[in-house]
């Protein structure tokens, strides 16, 4: 059972280029989300989905594009990368509002 | 958006003491309150949690507390180990929201 696989495991952009981060499940969770993470800034939510065809913005979503066409997958789209993007980016999946989250183990990406 | 506020952002104990982590939550509406541990190079995964039908809840050395009226949930880590230096983060219960991260130390 593999749980959350997000690819790649670390990535680097150049400023301006464009890039999905992909994100797959295989627990049938109807919630998936992502996340970045920076130093002291604790984990801050991008866009989030509570099913398929269903997304929604999170607290920094700008820059971010997402899309939800099967119940397993949520990748994740930088349009055009900006050094801002330097982070690393976690994705989760979970049953519902009242159950836990399952992370994947992350995507290290750096934009020069 | 929810709001969690999460205390302290770091913290150093001595092995065989008691780490106390702190979060304070706006939202009542919910019925899931969760920590997470995070080793580097990892991805965050469920500690325990806890529903607000009981006001504390005992794995192990881990406890959680919920104080319902102060909006507050702890987590107690007792007879710390070196083994349990990590972040540790509260999620704002029913939301995809999390506090801003414990660092714990916790040294010989």
């Known amino acids: 059972n593999a749980g959350v696989t997000q690819t790649p495991k670390f990535q680097v952009l150049k400023t301006g280029q464009s890039m999905t981060l992909q994100c797959a499940q295989d627990m049938n969770h109807e919630y998936m989300s992502w996340y970045r993470q920076d130093p002291g800034m604790g984990l801050r939510l991008i866009h989030y989905?509570?099913?398929?065809?269903?997304?929604d913005q999170g607290e920094v979503p700008n820059g971010y594009n997402v899309s939800r066409s099967t119940t397993e997958d949520f990748p994740l789209r930088l349009l055009s990368a900006a050094p801002s993007q330097t982070s690393v980016y976690f994705c989760?999946?979970?049953?519902?509002?009242?159950?836990?989250?399952?992370f994947g183990n992350g995507t290290r990406l750096t934009v020069t | 958006q929810q709001q969690v506020k999460q205390s302290p952002q770091s913290l150093i104990v001595q092995k065989g003491g008691i780490s106390i982590i702190n979060c304070a939550y706006e939202n009542t509406a919910f019925d899931y309150f969760p920590w997470y541990q995070q080793f580097p190079g990892k991805g965050p995964a469920l500690l325990i949690a806890i529903r607000p039908d009981v006001s504390e809840k005992k794995e192990g050395r881990f406890t959680i507390s919920f104080n319902k009226s102060a909006k507050q949930f702890s987590l107690h880590i007792m007879d710390s180990q070196p083994g349990d230096s990590a972040t540790y983060f509260c999620?704002?219960?029913?939301?995809?929201?999390f506090g801003t991260g414990t660092r714990l130390q916790v040294f010989p």
């Open positions: 989760a999946s979970t049953r519902g509002e009242s159950s836990p989250l399952h």
């Open positions: 999620a704002a219960p029913g939301k995809l929201i």
């Open positions: 989905s509570v099913g398929a065809g269903i997304t």
